[in-house]
């Protein structure tokens, strides 16, 4: 069965909720036969490389609230995610374009390595001190970190068009499927969770989609032209 | 509706095959809203790159029949592929592994290319005389006639980890499905369709899987702990 997991690096909620989808996993009898897949989703895709800024007036800018009120938030968020366990940096957090994390969890992938990285990302954004924004030795750092070869992501990250399709396409993939918010979870295409949730509902999720599974149906019965690890199929003279 | 196609380079039922679906699929009304992705299934996965050889002694000593059996099985799936508007060369081609062609489809697919790129080396392998086997530059050539960067197609060659992950599990998923030969071709992951069927059989599928295509059901129904384009949700102090 295939999760797919729409997330963006700079939304805590997606870090929160990726650890209590992951506590859901680890109890669930069938976890060695799940593939997880995360796609890219970016909260603000036409924010250029380079308009970085701090979160605490960000948000306070967003909804109107005072800069008191919106570091209240973030130490609210601090809260949730450490009773998931996870470090949350409230204070000085940064705040900019992921565009370019996210094509290097594209580069990520064709080396089995996206699990890892998304991982050290989000640490990196919410716990660390350096900001992971408009820094590219930080992300040749992290990505070597999870596995992947530094000249590699250099090269990835210093070619604006390396996995941009990709990245593109996983974002109206998301609008296809009606996900208008992140992080949104599909079980198999077929199940869709939006938002954070308790590790319960995802494992009731994952029980219910895992029990409704179904094989492919095969539309046709007719005898097939094709090749096998034996060989091909021999037309007949007509 | 995302349409998957498992196939090989070296299968000529999957080069017929490709051509009938998209005969199918240039008449369906809904074709603007069709995802076309090509998914890795090589016929010999364990052979070695250098292991190459003629067609025609490989189909007889597979069936266990003479050359000239082998060589009129050739002809006529000449002729079917000349029914389908294909060149097709039936005397003095080669088989070897496609592995590196097969790594060099992903890396294609994060530019948009895939469908061009797998066209061409069809094109090359069935009805072109020089070998696609052994012979990098003929792949580099290959590869940036579909619109992509030849020093990068030379990098991911020249890297046999590259792209090598995404092909095995590819093909793990291919034997999830079920699928025991190629073409397979997969529909929302609803439904398969085995061979190179007529282009008819396409287009029912194409009709069924569209009518029959359903919106992911949400598995929950509480407010969602998420971040959307304008901005997160914001826990209450508890």
């Not at 450490?82 to 470090?87: K, P």
């Not at 080396?111 to 990302?121: D, K, S, T, V």
């Given at each position: ?7 963006d690096i700079a939304c805590p909620w997606c870090y ?27 909260l603000d895709?036409?924010r250029?490389?380079?308009d970085t800024g701090p979160v605490v007036p960000m948000i306070a800018s967003k909804y109107?609230i005072s800069e008191e009120q919106a570091q209240a938030a973030e130490d609210n968020l601090g809260?949730?995610a ?6 949350y940096r409230t204070r000085g957090r940064d705040h900019g374009s992921t ?23 989000y640490?990196a954004n919410f716990a660390e001190e350096?900001s992971v924004f408009d ?104």
């Open positions: 069965m295939r999760v797919e997991i729409w997330s929160v909720g990726k650890a209590r989808f992951e506590k859901a996993l680890a109890a669930f009898p069938h976890r060695d036969e799940i593939e997880v897949v995360h796609r890219s989703f970016e895709p036409g250029p490389k380079g109107g809260v949730q450490a009773a998931e366990g996870l470090a565009f370019d994390m996210h094509r290097l969890l594209h580069h990520a992938k064709q080396y089995g390595r996206q699990g890892e990285l998304i991982q050290l990302m640490e350096r820094d590219t030795e930080r992300l040749v750092e992290i990505a070597a970190a999870a596995g992947l070869d530094a000249d590699e992501a250099r090269a990835v990250l210093a070619d604006p068009d390396a996995y941009a399709a990709e990245v593109r396409a996983d974002e109206q993939e998301a609008a296809r499927l009606g996900a208008t918010g992140v992080p949104f979870f599909v079980l198999d295409r077929q199940y869709g969770i939006s938002g954070a949730q308790p590790a319960e509902v995802f494992a009731q999720a994952l029980d219910q989609a895992w029990g409704e599974r179904s094989p492919l149906r095969l539309l046709d019965d007719g005898p097939a032209d094709a090749c096998g690890p034996d060989g091909c199929a021999v037309p007949q003279p007509s």
